[in-house]
């Protein structure tokens, strides 16, 4: 699991962006485990289809699935753009 003050993270993306999940907060294990069972791993590719109309919740897609998170969530997944 990575932790880093300046680090990317899946919340920051816009609308069609794509990235490589590269960790997790440290203090987000709960939540991990859901993302994780989710099929966002590290090393998985994610695009960032659309957010809702005022920004929460944003549908991704990984893995050829589609998902919605919420921002919170979305801040807990750190990426390198791809």
């Not at 960790?23 to 695009?47: D, V, Y």
């Amino acid at each position: 699991m990575e932790d880093s003050n300046n680090a990317l993270t899946l919340g920051d993306l816009k609308a069609n962006d794509q990235a490589e999940v590269t960790g997790f907060q440290k203090n987000s294990k709960e939540m991990t485990g859901k993302l994780l069972a989710m099929g966002i791993t590290r090393g998985a590719e994610i695009k960032i289809l659309r957010f809702a109309p005022l920004g929460d919740p944003i549908d991704i897609e990984v893995k050829g699935t589609s998902l919605s998170l919420r921002k919170e969530e979305a801040q807990l997944i750190y990426v390198r753009r791809s």
